[in-house]
């Protein structure tokens, strides 16, 4: 028995293992093609780093791996799929199944059939990466496909397969074979053997090119020697009949293949040879009856990989509508791997493609499946025991429908969307590197053959909604190449090289671009790239060369594209824009030479350029990432700048340029000139090694007008200030303006600068030149910072003699010049005395100072005849003190010349040191700046830690006796303190203030909380005759005022109070005294005395008043006021009143503002008249409220006044009264119409909502997948959700999906529930709206109905509790308001009735989570009629 393939007729020559001489003869076009290639897993393992290092998770493994007949068994449940992502509702009933397009055509016909997705857009990073991929025209084969049609009517081509060797079939029945150089081969097979089996459907090419398989759209199957073009086989029976093949693969044994046909079956085809008959045994691998497979995909194993442990299972990837399988060949059948898609779009096509990829050292296959707008990455790995093992990757979401995917190496994919566009994308970066619209491709689609029309088109609506699209016969890859099949020809697309993408890009005179993906390359970041190879290095070389010619062109077009006419700025800006990116990248590939010698040269033929390249470079020097400038660049720079009038950037430049190959001397000068100092002390310090030179010319400029005593100009004085920074940085070893110098040089300029210092003289001084002019000017110049620089300098001396000899030499010198000359001030001579206390308390210390020299300061400092800089004086000598200069003092000499000299801050250092904590209380008060101090400092002391009781005895004795002071300096203050530390003593404070002004206001500090004192008041427990003194106290100073604070006092005896309100007639504060001890009436008849008064003022008026209008207008608003009061006392207490009482309040208040109009005579009306009948209103108004209208016109009318026919007085009070009843009568009844409505409405809905049925979704259990009809247990019960999800209620117990609450069970839907276990079931209806509880509706089977005995049916049906249904549609109901409804409002409202009734849907807004719809910001009643809803 001899096996599959016969290998004699076979060439050698046309194996995948082409040589490269041959392969770079093949396809000769115009735009070259790069050779086939396998991808050199060499390289591939370099970029080990750079691949996927998401964190991977495995798919869970099972103890038994299912079987394939348990797989093709199993039911497609698409809400079984592993959901990755939200998943959009899919509603299969909308699709109009009779519109589908029943021809194979190609691109033209094939617009998208379905809403195309647009989700998130991906960056455009196109002008990153340039052009990635080359397509060309095959136009070799494209002519020979359409002279094939009109010659020999070969029909159009329908699907292509490449090796290396070309197959185009076609729609008559033939196999046209091309060889590399678009040479027709072979014509394989007859147009009249088309006829018989129609178009060739699909076509595959084995390993090493010597057999090709052809399937036919009738189902026909022949195999064909690529060497001899002899028919080997004819296959009519590896599959049913009727059906046409979608794929036929060959795998990596060639004696195996398979096929995939029109009703969704996949067969493996054997090939055998038995006694020189070759024979094919056919296989079902899959049945196109549990599940319509669509794709098919075995791995290939590349020749570098046939000994792979993975090869040996031979895998096979499969794709049905709802998920992918993943199943060995061998060494027997087994399925390692199902995963469901998920919800999809039911047109979209499913994709599959193996490739090996390196991860973590080792290569191994991943599989990417598709379908719709997410790619998933499997790895497969074979582990220790020998079982296959699949780990997820990274997905990748796109925003468009794939309808092909093509790894064209291990990093890199090509995707095809549904509107004919190519998108190239990274795959470990997910990022799209290039789009290509290909629709001048007219590719071919394999529409007609998903339908089988040649069989009739007996295939599913499904399967033919996926055939739209498909068009997995028109695209083959192979060597790095992708094939695409149009009507009428071949194009073939490649990864361009690094050098061509580049090279592309400078066509399109995009050199800016280039540049940038030159140096992509360069530095390792660029995507895709293709032909760079060898180490790092290597590849930095090769394309660092590229760079630096394409630099040279880039300066040559600068040049050459400038503006020759025009303005100035026009050749700046051209030339701002491209010289700074020739200096960026030569500067990025460390080419100084270059940049500094030809392209400096190219640039300075040109002014202009040459100044915006020097411009160029100053940022570069400035951040020090340019060293080693050519002497003539760096004289051509600072030329350039000074010509510019650009100094400040000159001397910038200078400080961070080695200038050693200058003419220093120039260059000094120059700096001078232009008041460059900082540059100036650079180039004497590096470039001559000169420290003292710039200081000698610095004092000279700054010594003349100090010694003149004037006024230095802003200009000296930053020079000023420039030495004294530089002589601090000589004396602490750092380089001016920045840097260190050198460490040998360090100890010489050191002494350079003392002995500098300390000269007697000048260099050429004057006759007339005190002595030690140096040091004089700089103490002059700002004597605090030069003792400074000092000070620093001591601390870095070492003890050697010498360092200690010139620090008594400096400080000898300091108290010579200072404190034998009057020219310095106080402030002067103490920051000296400071700096040597400071010097003198060092451990070890080795100076020595006179210690009269101190007791002389002291003296100067203390001076009373002297009241000029007094604060000054003080500061200097407690610096002095604080510095370690007390020891060189007498204490009790110190502490007399401060008390005499009023310098308090010094007397509370020096009791501070004796603990005399009292003492310093009269400090603070004395000190006019620092009295109000006094009370924190009291506080602390007090209060914290550390203080004897001793201590804190005589602090508050002190603050006792100093308690008026400490009122009238803040009452405030002086209140919190006592209420914090001695609330036990406030009696004995107020009997020490005898000031009734200062104790109102400690009192009212105290105990009105308004005053914002922080103290507890029920911690205080004052007695109440503190706050009656204190009441009594704010009558008599604050009368307008009791009221207010009446409201806010609370520990106060009411009789007394009142007693003392009465004894200054504060009638208001009374009348409100007596309301609040339940004396109504009485309150009642103060405030009717008192609007009597007013209401008499107004009445006795004269005529004499007739031209005051003022007064009028005063006494009036009086009244008002009072009326308004007194209605306001009336309404506050009516309601706890009855009817007698009442009357008794509102009717004497009607009577008495109705007195003036009775007084007045129609004759000779009243001169307020009309204002008292306005107010009178207004009572009427108010005690409609609570008085009958009937009582109250009795009233009127009983009244001998207008008992005697003068009614047209109270006309308009009377009709006044009527229309406010209308109105309000008028309201009421709309109000109630517009609710009754409302409810009938939400009622009628709501019972629609109730008795509305549940339509299920299936007919079978979702746990046990059992149908429901085959359980018989008894007392089982079906439970179906609004969903659409039906359950057997013992299923759903199993799972725990069951809570009892108030006697009644509720039920989770198992699937839609986010987690399986629910703890808690929660009432909230945002719980129920958001899916995860979902009531259920329960259908009894007819032998589980509950006993009539039951006493838990009893319990519940005595209670009216609405049902889940039913609460489920109140809550839709509810949710159809987009505010808040007038249904949520009763409902709300009929709950406040009382804790004790029943709320009548609490199964809905019951619980914490219920917020009341009154207390929202935007709520507002909207009395409109509600929205009518449609069921």
């Not at 390196?358 to 499997?378: E, I, K, Q, T």
């Amino acid at each position: 028995m001899d096996n599959e393939p016969d290998h004699e007729n076979v060439e050698q020559s046309l194996c995948a293992e082409t040589t490269d001489e041959e392969l770079n003869k093949s396809f000769n076009l115009e735009a070259s093609l790069s050779k086939f290639s396998y991808i050199d897993l060499d390289k591939e393992l370099e970029f080990k780093n750079d691949l996927i290092d998401d964190k991977e998770f495995d798919i869970p493994q099972v103890d038994t791996p299912p079987t394939l007949e348990s797989i093709l068994n199993e039911t497609d449940d698409e809400d079984d799929s592993f959901v990755l992502e939200d998943p959009t509702l899919l509603n299969i009933d909308t699709i109009d199944s009779h519109s589908y397009d029943t021809s194979s055509v190609a691109s033209s016909d094939s617009g998208d059939r379905t809403n195309l997705k647009r989700k998130k857009k991906l960056p455009d990073c196109f002008s990153l990466h340039g052009s990635v991929m080359r397509h060309s025209l095959l136009k070799g084969i494209s002519a020979q496909i359409v002279s094939a049609a009109d010659k020999v009517d070969a029909g159009l081509p329908t699907a292509i397969a490449v090796s290396s060797l070309i197959a185009v079939g076609t729609s008559h029945g033939l196999a046209l074979i091309f060889d590399q150089n678009q040479a027709l081969r072979l014509c394989l097979g007859s147009t009249s053997a088309g006829g018989q089996y129609g178009a060739i459907s699909a076509l595959s090419i084995n390993n090493d090119c010597s057999r090709l398989l052809c399937g036919f759209a009738k189902g026909q199957i022949t195999m064909w020697d690529l060497a001899s073009g002899k028919l080997l086989r004819s296959i009519t029976d590896a599959h049913p009949p009727g059906t046409a093949i979608l794929h036929i693969k060959f795998t990596d044994d060639p004696t195996l293949a398979v096929c995939n046909d029109s009703g969704g079956s996949v067969f493996e085809l054997t090939f055998k040879r038995v006694m020189g008959v070759r024979t094919c045994e056919s296989r079902c691998l899959f049945s196109g009856s549990k599940g319509e497979v669509c794709c098919i995909e075995p791995l290939h194993s590349k020749p570098e990989l046939k000994d792979h442990p993975i090869t040996q299972f031979s895998l096979l990837a499969m794709a049905s509508l709802t998920k992918i399988l993943v199943i060995g060949l061998k060494p027997s059948l087994k399925v390692w791997m199902t995963f469901p898609y998920g919800r999809m779009d039911p047109s979209s096509v499913p994709l599959l493609a193996w490739h090996f990829v390196a991860v973590h050292n080792y290569v191994n296959p991943m599989l990417a499946f598709c379908r719709g707008d997410v790619v998933h990455f499997l790895l497969v790995k074979r582990d220790e025991s020998g079982a296959i093992h699949v780990t997820k990757q990274k997905h990748l979401h796109l925003y468009y429908d794939l309808i092909n995917f093509t790894w064209i190496n291990s990093r890199t994919i090509v995707l095809l969307d549904s509107v004919e566009k190519l998108h190239v994308i990274d795959r470990q970066t997910q990022e799209e590197l290039e789009t290509v619209e290909i629709s001048e491709v007219q590719l071919v689609y394999n529409s007609s053959h998903f339908k089988s029309l040649a069989t009739g088109g007996n295939v599913s609506q499904a399967l033919a909604l996926v055939g739209e699209k498909a068009c997995y016969q028109s695209i083959s890859s192979y060597g790095g190449q992708i094939f695409y099949l149009g009507t009428k020809s071949v194009y073939v697309m490649m990864l361009r090289s690094w050098r061509e993408r580049v090279d592309h890009l400078l066509k399109q005179d995009c050199l800016t671009e280039a540049l940038a993906l030159a140096w992509s390359f360069h530095e390792g970041k660029a995507k895709a790239v293709v032909g760079l190879s060898g180490d790092a290095s290597k590849r930095k070389a090769v394309v660092a060369d590229r760079m630096v010619e394409i630099l040279f062109h880039y300066a040559d077009r600068a040049l050459k594209k400038c503006p020759d006419q025009g303005k100035i700025q026009v050749m700046e800006q051209h030339f701002q824009d491209m010289v700074p990116v020739i200096v960026d990248y030569c500067l990025l590939l460390q080419r100084k030479d270059l940049l500094f010698s030809q392209v400096y040269d190219k640039l300075s033929e040109n002014s202009v350029a040459k100044g915006v390249f020097l411009e160029c470079l100053e940022p570069y020097i400035l951040s020090d990432k340019l060293v080693g400038i050519t002497p003539q660049v760096m004289k051509d720079l600072i030329v350039h700048f000074q010509d510019k009038k650009l100094m400040e950037n000159v001397e910038a430049l200078i400080v961070h340029m080695d200038i050693t190959s200058l003419d220093i001397q120039q260059v000094v000068l120059m700096c001078w000139e232009n008041r460059l100092y900082d540059a100036m002390i650079y180039v004497y310090n590096r470039g001559m090694n000169e420290f003292i030179s710039p200081m000698e010319k610095l004092f000279r400029v700054i010594a003349p007008p100090l010694n003149a005593g004037k006024t230095l100009t802003d200009e000296q004085v930053v020079m000023g200030n420039k030495l004294l920074v530089y002589i601090s940085c000589c004396l602490a070893g750092r380089a001016y303006p920045l840097g260190d110098i050198p460490e040998d040089l360090v100890p010489l300029v050191k002494n350079q600068v003392f002995e500098f210092l300390i000269r007697l003289h000048s260099t050429e001084a004057p006759p007339e030149e005190e002595i030690y002019p140096y040091i004089r000017t700089l103490l002059h110049f700002d004597t605090r910072e030069f003792l400074n620089v000092l000070a620093l300098t001591f601390e870095d001396f070492k003890n050697d003699k010498q360092a200690v000899e010139y620090q008594q030499r400096i400080v000898d010198i300091l108290l010579k010049v200072m404190v034998e000359n009057s020219d310095f001030t106080p402030s002067q001579v103490g920051c000296l005395f400071t700096f040597l206390a400071r010097q003198l308390a060092k451990p070890d210390n080795t100076l020595f100072v006179n210690r009269t020299l101190f007791d002389q300061v002291l003296e100067f400092l203390c001076s009373p005849d002297d009241d000029s800089r007094h604060s000054e004086r003080q500061q200097v000598l407690l610096e002095l003190l604080q510095a370690g200069g007390i020891v060189q003092f007498e204490e009790s000499r110190l502490i007399r010349m401060a008390e005499k000299a009023e310098f308090y801050q010094i007397c509370e250092f020096m009791y501070e040191r004796e603990h005399q904590y009292d003492k310093i209380i009269d400090c603070y008060l004395r000190d006019p700046l620092r009295e109000e101090e006094v009370f924190n400092y009291i506080h602390n002391i007090l209060s914290i830690p550390g203080h004897s009781a001793e201590e804190k005895q005589s602090v508050w004795q002190k603050a006792m006796d100093h308690i008026e002071e400490l009122v009238s300096l803040k009452p405030c203050k002086a209140a919190e303190l006592v209420a914090t530390h001695f609330s036990e003593q406030i009696e004995t404070v107020i009997k020490k203030l005898q000031n009734q002004v200062l104790l109102f206001k400690f009192l009212r500090s105290l105990l009105d909380p308004r005053e914002g004192i922080h103290v507890n008041q029920e911690l205080l427990q004052i007695s109440p005759c503190i706050t009656e003194q204190f009441i009594e106290l704010l009558c008599q100073f604050s009368p307008n005022q009791v009221i207010e604070t009446l409201q806010v006092l609370e520990c106060y005896r009411l009789e007394e109070t009142i007693q003392i309100t009465q004894k200054y007639q504060l009638h208001e504060v009374t009348a409100y005294l007596l309301e609040k001890k339940g004396d109504i009436h009485g309150a009642f008849l103060i405030m009717l005395k008192r609007l009597q008064s007013k209401l008499q003022e107004i009445t006795h008026q004269d005529e004499i008043f007739l031209n005051l209008d003022t007064k009028e207008d005063t006494s009036l608003k009086n009244v008002e006021e009072t009326m308004v009061e007194t209605i306001a006392l009336c309404q506050r207490n009516s309601h706890n009143l009855n009817q007698q009482q009442r009357e008794a309040l509102w009717f004497p208040l009607l009577e008495a503002m109705m007195a003036p109009q009775k007084l007045s005579s129609s004759a000779a009306p009243h001169l307020h008249s009309e204002a008292l009948k306005s107010l009178t209103m207004q009572v009427l108004n108010n005690m409609a409220a609570f008085i009958a209208l009937p009582s109250i016109l009795q009233r009127i009318l009983q009244d001998p006044v207008y008992g005697k026919g003068k009614l047209g007085e109270i006309q308009g009070l009377i009709l006044g009264m009527l229309d406010t009843f209308s109105y309000e009568q008028t309201l009421l009844e709309t109000t109630t119409s517009l609710l009754n409505q409302d409810l009938h409405w939400s009622l009628c809905n709501l019972r629609a909502s109730v008795t509305r049925g549940l339509n299920p979704k299936q007919d079978y259990c979702s746990i046990c997948l059992q149908q429901y009809r085959r359980r018989q247990e008894m007392a089982d019960e079906i439970i179906v959700f609004s969903c659409g999800h039906l359950y057997h209620s013992f299923c759903l117990q199993s799972k725990e999906c069951t809570v009892e609450i108030e006697g009644q069970t509720r039920w989770t839907c198992y699937k839609c529930s986010s987690i399986n276990k629910v703890g808690k079931l929660s009432e909230n209806s945002s719980e129920v709206k958001k899916g995860r509880i979902t009531p259920s509706q329960v259908k009894m089977s007819p032998s589980c109905h509950p006993s009539k005995g039951d006493p838990a049916v009893k319990k519940a049906t005595s209670e009216p509790v609405l049902d889940p249904q039913q609460i489920q549609a109140f809550d839709q109901l509810c949710h159809l308001y987009r505010g808040s409804s007038r249904l949520a409002l009763l409902t709300e409202l009929s709950q406040k009735r009382g804790s004790e009734s029943r709320r009548p849907f609490s199964g809905s807004q019951s619980g914490p989570a219920f917020n009341s719809v009154f207390q929202k910001e935007n709520f507002q009643l909207q009395l409109i009629p509600p929205p009518v809803t449609e069921d």
